[in-house]
C-alpha cells in the first residue's frame, strides 16, 4: 500500500510552529501534550526508564500497521511519529504527528485489540519501548503509573473527539486554525490537508488569509503564530 509523498523540498509547509516568543508549542505543564510523564511521580518516571528497551526507527519505516496484535507501547525519546489511519484503496487520513516526549500506542495495548491505526517514522526516531507485563508490574509498584495511564486515554478520547466534531460540523478556516494550534513539528500543506480533509490548494488559501489577517507568518523554515487568540476564537 503506497503511502503519499510529502511535498518535494520546494513546496514544504514551513515547519515547527512558534508562539511569539520563539518557543515550540508545548502543553501546559511544560512536557509534551502526550507525555505520560506529566502525571508520574519522580520514582514512576525512573521505573519506567529502567523497564523500557530503546528501538531505533529509520525515517519511513513503520513502527506497527493496522490490526497487528498490540504487546507494547512506545514513547518517543527523539524525532517525530506520523499517525495515520490508511484505506485499502491507498488513501490516507493523517490523525496526527507526534513529537519527542509523546506516547503511544497505550489504549490497544490496554485493552487487548489490535491496532486502529498505522505509525510511521516521520524521520529517524528512537523509541522508549514497553511490553505490556513490564507495564502491569509499573501499575502494581506505582499508583501514579495507573493513574497517568488512565489521563493519557482521557487525553486522547478528548482529541479525538474534538476532530470528529471539528470534521463534522467547522468550516475548512476552523479546521486548520485548530491543527496549526496543536502542531510543533514540521509538515507539508499536503500533510495538514490530510489532516482536515480538504485539498492541498484549499489548505493554501486559508494559509495566506490567515497571513494576511496578521495570525501567522509564513517564512522559509518556520510557521510563526502572531495571535494565538485570535487563532482559537476561529475554533
Given amino acids: ?42 520514582e514512576a518516571q525512573e521505573g519506567f526508564a529502567l523497564a523500557c528497551r530503546r528501538r531505533l526507527v529509520p525515517a519511513g519505516r513503520r513502527v506497527y500497521s493496522q490490526s497487528e496484535p498490540a504487546t507494547e507501547f512506545f514513547r518517543i525519546a ?11 484503496d491507498g488513501r490516507e487520513a493523517l490523525q496526527s504527528v507526534l513529537q519527542a516526549g509523546d506516547c503511544f500506542g497505550i489504549c490497544s495495548m490496554i485493552d487487548g485489540g489490535t491496532r486502529y491505526q498505522t505509525t510511521t517514522a516521520n524521520e529517524a526516531v528512537e523509541l522508549q519501548v514497553l511490553h505490556r507485563e513490564a507495564c502491569e508490574r509499573l501499575r502494581s509498584q ?24 471539528s470534521s463534522t460540523l467547522d468550516e475548512l478556516s476552523s479546521r486548520v486554525a485548530m491543527r496549526l494550534l496543536g502542531l510543533s ?11 482536515v480533509g480538504a485539498s492541498r490548494q484549499a489548505v493554501n488559501k486559508v494559509l495566506q488569509k ?24 476561529l475554533v
Fill in 78 to 88: 527523539s524525532g517525530s511519529i506520523r499517525v495515520s489511519v490508511l484505506r485499502d
Fill in 142 to 165: 506505582h499508583p501514579s503509573f495507573g493513574d497517568g495511564l488512565v489521563r493519557h486515554m482521557s487525553r486522547h478520547s478528548r482529541m479525538l473527539s474534538d476532530y470528529f466534531v
Fill in 1 to 42: 500500500m503506497e503511502l503519499l509523498q510529502v511535498e518535494p523540498a520546494r513546496q514544504k509547509f514551513p515547519g515547527p510552529l512558534r508562539a511569539p516568543n520563539g518557543r515550540p508549542l508545548k502543553s501546559r505543564t511544560g512536557y509534551a501534550t502526550f507525555d505520560l510523564f506529566q502525571y508520574l511521580s519522580v
Fill in 210 to 233: 490567515f497571513q494576511v489577517d496578521g495570525l501567522i507568518h509564513i517564512e522559509y523554515g518556520s510557521v510563526r503564530l502572531l495571535d494565538i487568540e485570535r487563532l482559537r476564537c
Fill in 185 to 195: 513539528v514540521a509538515l507539508s500543506q499536503s500533510e495538514i490537508a490530510l489532516m
